[in-house]
């Protein structure tokens, strides 16, 4: 037996996909709300957002083609009176489930989910606002090395001045901030009677500190020849002197490695006295 279909019947499925799709937008919004907020990862930040738009797009879209009247029209002079069946098919109609009435929710859903999607792009421009935190370029030109921070290597262990050698060289992270990714560091012992000049940051006996970033490009110069006391970067061939206070002698890059200052603490583990004695990683700081 086949179910009779009412004058409006065929509008109710554009309806309930014009819902879930207004709800999609939302659902997009909020998601890209929550992933912001989180920190989020790019990828799940795009996908949220067009799915929010794609949803209220698709909602406006069906809802002009499948909902409002279009075509040419013809005004038809009206009887004094309806006949009874046209008066009962608009009862039905208006009283149906898919009477135009029921259409007020879509509006609420249009509304909730352009509303959403308002929101949700105003979470990005919170990062335009400081209020209380520095703005960025005060925040790039500090690391979180400080007075006192113990240097540990990158698995965590705190460093005392007896683990350094004089073949290598030791990677040191700030303890506390080993994913910091412009705060790497590394220890080495010199000759002291080869020092042609002063380290900048000073020194513990024959121990010194600086920055693991190259100034040109921000590669690791983890490359270090004992016999001449210089880092090499293996990306773009940079090299420094660490006897000359590790200024740059060959490569692209012009600035030295900034010097990380360092004191033995009461616990006989390394700690820092302060942040590098210049900003880490690229040249960008050489730029008027």
């Not at 308002?118 to 606002?129: D, E, H, T």
């Not at 540990?152 to 506390?176: A, M």
Request: net charge positive.
């Amino acid at each position: 037996m086949t179910r009779a279909r009412g004058p409006m019947s065929g509008e109710k499925g554009a309806v309930r996909r014009i819902r879930l799709a207004f709800g999609a937008a939302v659902l997009g919004a909020v998601g890209f709300a929550v992933t912001y907020s989180l920190g989020g990862n790019t990828q799940l930040l795009g996908v949220s957002l067009g799915l929010a738009f794609a949803g209220l797009a698709y909602g406006l879209a069906a809802w002009g083609r499948r909902l409002l009247p279009t075509g040419g029209y013809v005004e038809q002079k009206p009887g004094l009176s309806a006949p009874p069946r046209r008066r009962d098919l608009l009862a039905e109609a208006m009283d149906g489930p898919e009477s135009p009435l029921g259409r007020r929710g879509l509006v609420g859903m249009l509304l909730l989910g352009a509303g959403s999607i308002g929101v949700a792009l105003l979470f990005p421009l919170r990062s335009l606002l400081s209020f209380r935190r520095p703005d960025p370029v005060t925040m790039l030109r500090h690391t979180a090395w400080q007075a006192g921070t113990r240097l540990v290597t990158p698995e965590g262990t705190p460093v005392r001045l007896t683990d350094i050698g004089g073949e290598t060289i030791q990677i040191v992270v700030p303890e506390g901030h080993i994913g910091d990714g412009d705060t790497p560091a590394f220890v080495v012992r010199l000759d002291p009677e080869r020092l042609r000049q002063e380290p900048g940051a000073g020194r513990v006996g024959d121990v010194v500190a600086y920055s693991l970033l190259c100034t040109h490009a921000g590669c690791p110069v983890a490359l270090y020849e004992q016999t001449t006391a210089r880092m090499l970067c293996p990306c773009h061939q940079s090299t420094f002197d660490l006897n000359r206070d590790a200024a740059p002698i060959a490569g692209p890059a012009a600035r030295p490695l900034p010097g990380l200052p360092i004191e033995v603490g009461t616990d006989g583990y390394l700690r820092a006295r302060g942040d590098f004695t210049a900003p880490p990683g690229a040249g960008f700081w050489s730029y008027p």
